[in-house]
C-alpha cells in the first residue's frame, strides 16, 4: 500500500508538470502571432542600451512610452528590448515635438565594444522633416533607412503633434519599411547594393554596422521628445 501511494503520488506530479508545460506552450508568443513590446503602463522589457537599473530618461504618458529628450547627443539614452529578434514584423506609432528627432533600431548589439545602438543596428528614421533645425539629407529624414536608403514618392507624413503609423519588415533580408499605410523603402540587406552603401557611406568607419542578423529592438534619445504607442511585433 506504502509503494501504491508513492506511485500515485508521483503519477499526479507528473500529470501535473505535463499540464502546466502544456498550458506554458499555450500562453507563449508563437511565430506569426502579434506580441505588445509596450504594455502602456511600465517600461518591463526594456532596459537602458548596456546599461542595469532604473530608467530615468524615458517616462509613460496617457499610454504612450515617451523619451524626455535627456540624451546631450546620439548616445547615452537609448532603451532596448530585453528579447532579441532575428525575421519580425514590427509595427508602432509615433509623434515628436517641433524639430525633435528620434529613431528605432533592430538587430542592435550591446557590449563593451559598442557606445551607442546606431553602430551595430539599421535604423527607421524617426523625425520633424519640416522643422529640424538643420537642412537634411534624403537619408535622414522620416521613414528613410537611415543613411542607407532613402523614402520614394509614396511618403506622406502627418504634421508635428499627429500620430504616424510605422511598420519594419525584416524577412531573412528583404527589408520593408512602411509609413501612413505605404511602403516608402524597400531594399535587401548584405547585396552587392547594401555593401556599396555600407563600404563607401556614413557606416565605412562602423566595422559591425548591420552585420548582426538577431538583435535587440532599440528607442533613440536623440535629445529631443519623442512619443511611442501601440508597439507591436510579430515572429516570421
Given amino acids: 500500500m ?8 508521483l503519477s499526479l506530479l507528473v500529470i501535473a508538470t505535463m499540464a ?3 498550458q506554458a506552450v499555450k500562453h507563449a508568443p508563437q511565430k506569426g502571432q502579434w ?14 542600451y548596456n546599461k542595469t537599473g532604473t530608467v530615468k530618461n524615458w517616462d509613460i504618458e496617457d499610454g504612450a512610452l515617451v523619451c524626455l529628450g535627456a540624451a546631450k547627443d546620439a548616445s547615452g539614452g537609448d532603451i532596448v528590448t530585453d528579447k532579441k529578434f532575428a525575421n519580425f514584423e514590427l509595427k508602432w ?4 515635438n517641433k524639430g ?13 565594444k559598442w557606445h551607442a545602438p546606431y553602430e551595430t543596428g539599421p535604423e527607421y528614421q524617426i523625425i520633424d522633416d519640416v522643422n529640424f533645425p538643420e537642412k537634411l539629407e534624403d537619408w535622414q529624414q522620416a521613414g528613410a533607412d537611415y543613411a542607407m536608403h532613402t523614402a520614394n514618392n509614396q511618403k506622406m ?8 503609423t510605422s511598420r519594419i519588415i525584416f524577412n531573412h533580408g528583404h527589408v520593408e519599411h512602411w509609413l501612413n499605410g505605404k511602403k516608402i523603402v524597400e531594399f535587401t540587406a548584405w547585396d552587392a547594393d547594401w555593401n556599396k552603401k555600407r563600404a563607401e557611406g556614413k557606416w565605412k568607419d562602423y566595422a559591425d554596422y548591420g552585420k548582426a542578423k538577431t538583435g535587440g529592438i532599440a528607442l533613440q534619445d536623440h535629445g529631443d ?5 501601440n508597439i507591436m511585433i510579430k515572429e516570421l
Avoid at 93 to 96: I, L, N, P, S
Avoid at 101 to 106: F, T
Avoid at 225 to 229: I, L, Q, R, V, W
Fill in 2 to 9: 506504502k509503494n501504491l501511494f508513492k506511485l500515485s503520488a
Fill in 20 to 22: 502546466f508545460t502544456i
Fill in 100 to 112: 525633435s528627432n528620434s529613431g528605432v533600431m533592430y538587430h542592435v548589439q550591446e557590449g563593451p
Fill in 225 to 229: 521628445k519623442a512619443f511611442y504607442k
Fill in 35 to 48: 506580441v505588445s513590446l509596450f504594455d502602456g503602463k511600465t517600461l518591463k522589457g526594456w532596459h537602458g
Fill in 93 to 96: 506609432e509615433w509623434k515628436v
Fill in 157 to 164: 507624413l502627418k504634421p508635428v503633434g499627429e500620430w504616424n
